[in-house]
């Protein structure tokens, strides 16, 4: 597999806009769309059965990639085993947007739709960069006095984007997709004026504390496993219960490949998680 270097999908016009709904999600869910400073942010409700679960869903892409087919799709079988409501937002991207602009804006898609279901249980979950700023928001959110979310479910997680941790080296041999000079890059962009160990762009050095139920689901032949491994050890260290999933030979986000029998596998444990819809 060749890498796709962070300038090829910058380069790609079509990657600063979110791919349309697959047919079979508008058949199976009432879809809502709301427009929160000119950006969509989509209700995904299943039509039969619903549990009482919200789901705030944060896409991949290294902060300069939107929503993706793949990322519909995954959406797509995880409404279907978990039958809960997702919440997917068309967030800021980079390079016009920074860190501080993208929290700032989930501030207000938190404001405005999950305060319409206050008695619903809340989860977090991302892929990839959605995974370190899912985990970076519940952060935020605790240390402001709001409402935490139950679980935070992280796939591939981007925990530090200082890429700094020595073990990634092991693990850059191995990877055929990302890179570490790219993530740099991309990471830099991200961060704006912040440092780069703050909580809000590498969630990694942040207190665990107080967090609603963490799980990950990462493999060995991705980049970011070493700071996947490392989160582990924090919240080991620190008394704080983490759920791993380590997959043997998976490279990054392969979640996002739903055909592939270790997604299914991903999605299956999600769904047998508390608050979905089996148990």
Not at 57 to 62: D, M, P, S, V
Not at 98 to 123: F, K, M, N, T
Not at 129 to 153: D, S, T, W
């Amino acid at each position: 597999m060749k890498r796709v270097t962070l300038k090829t999908l910058i380069n790609r016009k079509s990657g600063m806009k979110a791919a349309g709904l697959p047919r079979s999600l508008l058949r199976e869910c009432e879809v809502k769309v709301v427009r929160i400073r000119q950006r969509r942010v989509w209700t995904l409700c299943p039509k039969n059965n619903p549990a009482e679960t919200l789901v705030l869903f944060l896409h991949g892409g290294a902060h300069f990639a939107n929503l993706t087919r793949m990322h519909w799709r995954l959406v797509n079988k995880l409404i279907r085993a978990t039958k809960s409501t997702f919440i997917l937002p068309d967030y800021p991207l980079a390079p016009e947007a920074d860190c501080e602009d993208v929290y700032g804006w989930l501030d207000e898609v938190r404001a405005e739709l999950i305060s319409r279901h206050p008695g619903q249980r809340l989860v977090f979950m991302g892929d990839s960069a959605g995974g370190g700023l899912a985990l970076g928001f519940a952060q935020k959110i605790r240390n402001e006095g709001g409402r935490q979310p139950e679980a935070i479910i992280l796939f591939s997680p981007w925990l530090d984007v200082s890429m700094d941790n020595p073990d990634l080296s092991r693990f850059d041999r191995k990877d055929k997709i990302l890179s570490i000079k790219e993530l740099k890059f991309a990471g830099k962009a991200f961060t704006g004026g912040l440092e780069t160990t703050d909580f809000r762009v590498s969630p990694v050095h942040g207190d665990l504390a107080g967090l609603g139920r963490i799980s990950v689901f990462t493999g060995t032949h991705d980049l970011l496993h070493a700071d996947a491994l490392k989160l582990r050890q924090v919240a080991e260290e620190h008394g704080v219960e983490i759920c791993f999933y380590e997959y043997p030979g998976m490279f990054h986000d392969w979640v996002l490949i739903t055909g592939l029998k270790e997604s299914r596998d991903v999605i299956g444990k999600v769904a047998g998680f508390p608050g979905f819809g089996v148990h």
